[in-house]
């Protein structure tokens, strides 16, 4: 069975501070994806990864980076955070060989206050 | 641009009754078409997973249709338990492309 596990389940920050969210998957997949969801507005891409160290913007990056060094992990980093970026965010793998089946993580509750 | 339709966007049903939930997408050249549990506060689980060259899968008491053509699929799920009781969310894959699109999701209560 495929796994993708988040650093953390809940999370709590002040404005401002640096938040690193963390993604693990332990298939050996190529692609990884990191999406939030907040109610009315369902899951938004925020980037995705086919590679090591490459990465490519979703549908709202802004505000956000992300870092891929080694093929299993794959990094969230908001370098301000702001009260707008209150959310869950969800993390995903999927190997091509598979149709790109995504396999989702149990999400991270962050609340920035 | 592709958008994904669910409808209804609730639904509530008596537990051991047959139900389908409905999924639309506006743009039928798609690459794949995957269905999604949501419990409440937790991530995604696939459910099944439907190919561009399918017409349906089948996990258990789940059976997911496609028909690109009218831009349609459908989840349906047999003898319901409340333990179905979940966000049901459909998602479109797009060819040349690793991203999903999306529905809003069925909030699905099954009454014991």
């Known amino acids: 069975d495929v796994k993708v596990t988040q650093s953390s389940r809940y999370l709590v920050k002040r404005t401002g501070e640096k938040v690193f969210l963390e993604c693990v998957q332990d298939?050996?997949?190529?692609?990884m994806f990191w999406y939030r969801q907040d109610p009315g507005l369902g899951l938004r891409l925020i980037y995705f990864?086919?590679?090591?160290?490459?990465?490519e913007k979703g549908d709202i990056p802004e505000g956000y980076s992300v870092s891929r060094e080694k093929k299993e992990r794959f990094s969230l980093i908001l370098e301000s955070a702001s009260t707008n970026q209150t959310s869950m965010y969800l993390c995903?793998?999927?190997?091509?060989?598979?149709?790109?089946?995504?396999?989702f993580g149990p999400g991270t509750r962050l609340t920035v206050t | 641009k592709q958008e994904v339709t669910q409808i209804p966007a609730a639904l509530s049903v008596p537990e051991g009754e047959n139900l389908v939930l409905n999924c639309s997408f506006t743009?039928?050249?798609?690459?794949?078409l995957q269905w999604f549990r949501q419990d409440p506060g937790k991530g995604l689980t696939s459910l099944l997973l439907?190919?561009?060259?399918?017409r349906e899968q089948t996990s258990g008491r789940l059976n997911a249709s496609l028909d690109k053509s009218s831009g349609r699929s459908t989840l349906y799920i047999a003898a319901s338990q409340p333990g179905d009781s979940a966000t049901y969310l459909c998602?479109?894959?797009?060819?040349?492309?690793?991203?999903?699109?999306f529905g809003s999701g069925t909030r699905l209560l099954v009454r014991p």
């Open positions: 990864s086919y590679d090591v160290k490459m990465k």
């Open positions: 995903a793998s999927s190997t091509t060989s598979e149709w790109n089946e995504q396999y």
């Open positions: 743009d039928s050249a798609i690459y794949n």
């Open positions: 439907i190919q561009s060259s399918q």
């Open positions: 998602a479109v894959g797009m060819d040349s492309s690793y991203k999903l699109i």
């Open positions: 298939m050996d997949h190529e692609n």
